[in-house]
């Protein structure tokens, strides 16, 4: 079991909330804690589009709930028909996210209807509480272990990156045990779900709360950063195309020369993604140690395919689409590595300007 960064600022923004309430004397402060519960996000960006449309529903909910309270009292039927309004406007303004806590102040204000003065003095007082327990959650997020989407996206790319190399590496001659096998897509398929999660936050951020030129628009260096996560997404989604490719079409011939010619156009492809993502990292020299040639090469094996004549007709068409496959990766992992040496050389040529605009004010 992990203890996420998440897990415990849920839980600082839940004693948060009890000791402001217990503070101005609000009660009853569960219903602060619920709704800082409800609140916390996954991203500073999503946190405060939560809390913005958190505050304008519950707001049309308290005033639904008053003037429902006032005509109708605290009857069960009412507070049913009042969720069900509630409900429908939330979903018409497209704010499904919101609809758990909306209901929570409708009821929590509802519940204690009957005395008009009782009333509005009840209500203001639990949406109070609710509004204390939606900021805590929003300030405990921002304050404490702000998101670090790129370090995990990062951390995420490696994690992917190993399994499918696993899984490519023992695809042909398919050495790798059933059990174990099964295991390791699993295990790759949640972390590529895990990492689309973190890149759609991570870019999200970038773009609503990045850093923006004279005009507001976003940095160049953002864009070209983001098209490079998008990229190595890409060319990891491809290589899961491939595995499974290869699962479903690949035949294996008497003739073991056509598995090993496989095997090494594979190992070449899967090289040269690994390498590209070294450089990126920084941990490999920039020029003239990757060989940008997965595109010509994967091309060129594919046509070699194409002129075999050694086989019969299905199996020349599923050897084709093996290597077809295989030069759609290739063409992904040709484009991934245009994008970063971009990316680092626009970087690297950034940084003298820099210095020199420095030494010009010096």
């Excluded at 309270?69 to 039927?77: A, C, Q, R, W």
């Excluded at 929003?138 to 992917?160: D, G, M, T, Y």
């Excluded at 073991?256 to 020299?285: A, T």
């Amino acid at each position: 079991m992990e203890l996420g960064a998440r897990v415990l600022k849920t839980g600082v923004a839940v004693t948060l909330a009890l000791y402001i309430c217990a503070l101005m004397e609000l009660t009853p402060a569960l219903i602060g804690a619920v709704a800082a519960i409800l609140t916390m996000q996954p991203s500073i960006y999503r946190s405060w589009r939560h809390i913005r449309d958190q505050v304008r529903t519950n707001v049309l909910g308290a005033g639904l709930a008053l003037l429902a309270g006032l005509f109708f009292s605290n009857e069960p039927i009412a507070i049913g028909m009042i969720c069900i309004v509630v409900i429908m406007i939330c979903l018409k303004l497209k704010m499904e996210s919101t609809i758990g806590l909306t209901l929570v102040t409708v009821i929590a204000i509802m519940d204690v209807a009957g005395d008009a003065s009782v009333h509005w003095s009840f209500a203001v007082n639990r949406f109070l509480i609710i509004m204390i327990g939606i900021g805590s959650a929003f300030l405990v997020n921002i304050a404490f272990f702000p998101p670090q989407h790129e370090k995990h996206f990062l951390k995420q790319v490696q994690s992917v990156f190993s399994r499918l190399s696993l899984l490519l590496r023992n695809s042909i001659f398919d050495k790798i045990k059933e059990s174990v096998y099964k295991k390791q897509r699993e295990e790759m398929l949640k972390a590529l779900h895990k990492l689309e999660d973190i890149y759609e936050m991570f870019e999200e951020e970038r773009k609503k709360l990045g850093k923006r030129g004279k005009r507001g628009k976003r940095t160049l260096n953002d864009a070209r950063l983001l098209l490079v996560y998008k990229q190595m997404l890409r060319t990891l989604r491809k290589g899961l195309d491939l595995q499974e490719t290869i699962g479903r079409y690949y035949v294996h011939l008497a003739d073991s020369s056509m598995d090993e010619r496989f095997d090494r156009q594979m190992e070449e492809l899967i090289k040269h993604h690994e390498l590209v993502q070294l450089k990126f990292e920084g941990k490999l020299k920039v020029e003239g140690t990757v060989p940008n040639r997965s595109e010509a090469s994967s091309e060129s094996f594919l046509q070699e395919m194409m002129k075999n004549r050694s086989l019969d007709e299905e199996q020349l068409s599923r050897v084709i689409l093996v290597a077809a496959t295989m030069y759609d990766y290739g063409c992904q992992i040709t484009r991934l590595d245009r994008v970063v040496n971009h990316y680092m050389d626009k970087t690297k040529s950034a940084k003298p300007s820099r210095e020199d605009k420095r030494s010009e004010i010096e």
